[in-house]
């Protein structure tokens, strides 16, 4: 007997048909039926599910984040990482190629996928989320087999550092051209960002800290744009988080260059002046901008400038992250805490209406991908999550998923949880 659900009177966000409703929903086998202001006329209801102060939106799409599994367990298994995933309402997960060995071989992303499939087995009632690998673009300083790990089920091409050597990277959108799979950058220029640990600005003066130019990331920029420009080839750009950086991107984009771009969440709700603290868990690369290169990605995120939002969900444990400032190693979790933050500081503050969050955390991640977004409409598959914004709970090695617990938001209260999540069987 297949399930059929019902979720009544729940406000309905949806970024493909810009829907922003209360609605009633049913869903059978995996697939939404009918949506409508009241639906009384229904087949057996197996479940009734009581929607009304909640929100129900499509699955969000992580562009990249970071496993530890293989070669770092002891930061996150394969196992924690999509349970942290699916508590923060992910249903795709992009996983970069910085696993130990790299995902550089069809064998490594066949291990993966199978990995997964087998925990989803082991635990249906969770809902994980389908993982889309990335393949490493280069192996050491040359390029890795990038025709054969095409033909395998990775989402495209990807390096987890900047490639320095900007011949070898107009060698690799040349090469990459025809092979039809989305590739993600990131412009960076290591000799310019100098060891910086916070932008170079007022900040990084008041707190001594060792400021990483603008430039380390407009330059590298700049110089990738021609490169695209030359060879014409689509590419993501990855981590962008300065105001020259969306102003670059802005004149790309009406010059009609192919291109896409991402910010990490934590650029969004932190700047430089947050430093004072210095909580390891602010550590990231590329580092904390100011607080007008914050406001610059607000605003470019809203108007699409910048695509979407990445989590980029980098763990590490205790014994790493707890050392100072600027020795501690860059990045911090999230897949868990993005959403319920975003939505308390952006959504319920009024910068954003909720569909501006959903597109930015599901809808264009999803294009950047070349995937069709979930969308919540009859006939598409329940590829959606039930969000209640009115719980409080404490980040806590108990509340949290994930194995690691660098984020400067342990032992803080966050707002909002994820009641549930409806994956589809097979990958989008």
Same mark, same amino acid.
């Given at each position: 007997?297949?399930?059929? @659900?019902?979720?009544? /009177?729940?406000?309905? =966000?949806?970024?493909?048909?810009?829907?922003?409703?209360?609605?009633?929903?049913?869903? %059978? $086998?995996? @697939?939404?039926?009918?949506?409508?202001?009241?639906?009384?006329?229904?087949?057996?209801?197996?479940?009734? +599910?009581?929607? %009304?102060?909640?929100?129900?939106?499509?699955?969000?799409?992580?562009?990249?984040?970071?496993?530890?599994?293989?070669?770092?367990?002891?930061?996150?298994?394969?196992?924690?990482?999509?349970?942290?995933?699916?508590?923060?309402?992910?249903?795709?997960?992009?996983?970069?190629?910085?696993?130990?060995?790299?995902?550089?071989?069809?064998?490594?992303?066949?291990?993966?996928?199978?990995?997964?499939?087998?925990?989803?087995?082991?635990?249906?009632?969770? $809902?994980?989320?389908?993982?889309?690998?990335?393949?490493?673009?280069?192996?050491?300083?040359?390029?890795? $087999?990038?025709?054969?790990? #095409?033909?395998?089920?990775? =989402?495209?091409? #990807?390096?987890?550092?900047? +490639?320095?050597?900007?011949?070898?990277?107009?060698?690799?959108?040349?090469?990459?051209?025809?092979?039809?799979?989305?590739?993600?950058?990131?412009?960076?220029?290591? @000799?310019? @960002?100098?060891?910086?640990?916070?932008?170079?600005?007022?900040?990084?003066?008041?707190?001594?800290?060792?400021?990483?130019?603008?430039?380390?990331?407009?330059?590298?920029?700049?110089?990738?744009?021609?490169?695209?420009?030359?060879?014409?080839?689509?590419?993501?750009?990855?981590?962008?988080?300065?105001?020259?950086?969306?102003?670059?991107?802005?004149?790309?984009?009406? /010059?009609?260059?192919?291109?896409?771009?991402?910010?990490?969440?934590?650029?969004?709700?932190?700047?430089?002046?947050?430093?004072?603290?210095?909580?390891?868990?602010?550590?990231?690369? &590329? &580092?904390?901008?100011?607080? %007008?290169?914050?406001?610059?990605?607000?605003?470019?995120?809203?108007?699409?400038?910048?695509?979407?939002?990445?989590?980029?969900?980098?763990?590490?444990?205790? %014994?790493?992250?707890? =050392?100072?400032?600027?020795?501690?190693?860059?990045? #911090? +979790?999230?897949?868990?805490?993005?959403?319920?933050?975003?939505?308390? *500081?952006?959504?319920?503050?009024?910068?954003?209406?909720?569909?501006?969050?959903?597109?930015?955390?599901?809808?264009?991640?999803?294009?950047?991908?070349?995937?069709?977004?979930?969308?919540?409409?009859?006939?598409?598959?329940?590829?959606?999550?039930?969000?209640?914004?009115?719980?409080?709970?404490?980040?806590?090695?108990?509340?949290?998923?994930?194995?690691?617990?660098?984020?400067?938001?342990?032992?803080?209260?966050?707002?909002?949880?994820?009641?549930? *999540?409806?994956?589809?069987?097979?990958?989008?």
């Amino acid at each position: 007997m297949s399930t059929v @659900q019902l979720i009544r /009177q729940v406000r309905l =966000v949806d970024g493909v048909s810009h829907t922003d409703q209360i609605r009633d929903v049913l869903v %059978e $086998a995996g @697939q939404i039926v009918a949506i409508a202001e009241a639906l009384d006329d229904v087949p057996a209801v197996t479940e009734t +599910i009581e929607g %009304e102060g909640k929100l129900l939106f499509p699955g969000l799409v992580d562009l990249y984040s970071h496993s530890g599994e293989p070669g770092h367990e002891a930061r996150e298994t394969l196992a924690s990482l999509l349970a942290a995933a699916a508590a923060g309402g992910l249903t795709r997960l992009g996983i970069l190629p910085s696993t130990l060995p790299a995902i550089d071989h069809g064998a490594m992303v066949e291990s993966l996928i199978n990995h997964r499939q087998l925990l989803a087995a082991a635990s249906p009632e969770v $809902a994980l989320p389908h993982i889309y690998p990335w393949g490493s673009l280069t192996s050491g300083v040359q390029m890795a $087999a990038l025709d054969d790990l #095409a033909t395998t089920a990775i =989402v495209g091409f #990807a390096d987890d550092q900047p +490639i320095a050597n900007l011949l070898l990277v107009q060698r690799l959108l040349q090469y990459l051209h025809p092979l039809g799979k989305p590739l993600a950058l990131w412009p960076c220029d290591r @000799q310019l @960002q100098a060891g910086g640990v916070a932008r170079e600005g007022a900040f990084a003066l008041i707190y001594g800290l060792v400021g990483a130019p603008t430039t380390s990331e407009t330059a590298a920029l700049a110089a990738l744009l021609e490169c695209i420009a030359l060879t014409g080839t689509a590419v993501h750009l990855m981590r962008i988080t300065t105001a020259r950086g969306v102003e670059l991107i802005t004149q790309a984009k009406a /010059q009609g260059l192919p291109i896409t771009a991402s910010t990490p969440w934590m650029h969004l709700v932190f700047s430089s002046r947050d430093l004072a603290s210095y909580d390891p868990g602010l550590r990231l690369d &590329p &580092p904390l901008g100011n607080p %007008e290169d914050q406001l610059a990605l607000l605003e470019g995120v809203k108007t699409g400038v910048i695509d979407a939002i990445a989590i980029d969900h980098t763990p590490y444990t205790y %014994e790493e992250k707890t =050392v100072g400032f600027a020795t501690a190693p860059p990045g #911090a +979790i999230g897949l868990e805490l993005a959403w319920p933050i975003l939505w308390q *500081r952006l959504v319920v503050n009024g910068h954003w209406s909720a569909l501006d969050l959903v597109q930015a955390l599901s809808t264009r991640p999803a294009r950047c991908w070349r995937q069709p977004p979930a969308s919540l409409q009859p006939g598409q598959p329940a590829e959606m999550v039930l969000f209640d914004p009115a719980p409080s709970w404490l980040v806590t090695a108990q509340s949290l998923q994930s194995l690691a617990l660098n984020s400067p938001y342990l032992g803080q209260t966050v707002q909002g949880r994820v009641l549930r *999540r409806w994956v589809p069987l097979h990958r989008p």
